[in-house]
């Protein structure tokens, strides 16, 4: 008796790609989901301490720090605190007028203590919004800036370790500005001229920064017009330019805020 032929079952190739791009689709799926999950609960600081200070009464020399898994603020403004987690100037930053007055300490640490600092800052977000209740979000206007560029005869500034040179002897009224960050020049000098300064030069890391400046008065004019050194000295002083340019300028609403932080 004939034995009955083979029957070899063949599944389309077309089904076959669609059933194992939707397998794949749903492990992809589901790994990013565990992935994206892991990153928001990694970056939180394992402990944190938040206390307004009311010793220095706001008053006198603060400090704001952020490396190796650890945020340190010492009599901190809480403006500048927010204006640092979000990676903005205090211009940049709208909000009640009391955060400018209200001071605070602030430790906060991760056991990851090779963290790159942005994500230390959105670690410090989370921070603000559990203990401050901050609700804000992030608008973008087109204005004049000023955009601050290398000058064409390179930047003089040392890197952050060399020694830094004492300061200069002012009696004509200038202005002394010391600093390490392109951060912190840039809202010096946008308090300077009127508009804001957005870092275009490109370069990161620390610095020695030390500038002096003459003060003018009216910002109702381009202020590069102004009786004022501000724009030579940031070109001889630093190896920097600033140029007038429009464009977008990200701004931080503040929609709440807490004044006093929920227990440690």
């Known amino acids: ?25 749903v492990f992809v799926g589901r790994v990013e989901s565990q992935t994206k999950s892991t990153t928001r609960d990694e970056l939180r600081f394992d402990v944190a301490s938040v ?13 704001f720090t952020a490396s190796h898994g650890v945020v340190t603020a010492d009599n901190a403004p809480l403006m500048r605190i927010v204006s640092r ?15 400018q007055s209200e001071c605070y300490d602030i430790r906060a640490k991760t056991s990851m203590s090779n963290l790159p600092e942005r994500d230390l800052m959105t670690m410090l977000q989370e921070l603000l919004k559990e203990r401050f209740h901050l609700v804000a979000h992030r608008e973008s206007n087109e204005k004049p800036i000023f955009a601050l560029l290398p000058d064409k005869n390179g930047v003089k500034m040392p890197a952050d370790g060399n020694p830094i040179p004492p300061p200069p002897s002012i009696t004509d009224g200038r202005i002394l500005f010391m600093g390490k960050t392109l951060h912190d020049l840039c809202e010096r000098l946008g308090t300077a001229t009127g508009r804001p300064v957005i870092d275009k ?33 940031v070109r001889d002083q630093l190896g920097l330019r600033l140029e007038s340019q429009r464009g977008p300028v990200e701004i931080l609403k503040v929609d709440a805020i807490a004044k006093i932080p929920t227990d440690n």
Do not use: E
């Not at 004939?2 to 089904?15: C, G, I, K, S, Y």
């Not at 206390?51 to 400090?63: E, F, H, S, V």
């Open 85 to 99: 987690a979000y990676n903005l100037t205090d211009d940049r930053v709208s909000a009640p007028s009391w955060i």
């Open 51 to 63: 206390r307004l200070n009311q010793t220095a009464a706001c008053r006198g020399r603060w400090d």
């Open 1 to 25: 008796m004939p034995t009955a032929p083979h029957r070899q079952t063949l599944w389309p190739r077309a089904v076959l790609k669609i059933g194992f791009g939707t397998v794949l689709a």
């Open 201 to 233: 030069t490109g370069l990161s890391g620390k610095y020695v920064i030390v500038l002096t400046y003459l003060p003018f008065g009216s910002t109702n004019t381009d202020p590069s017009d102004a009786a004022s050194d501000v724009f030579a000295a």
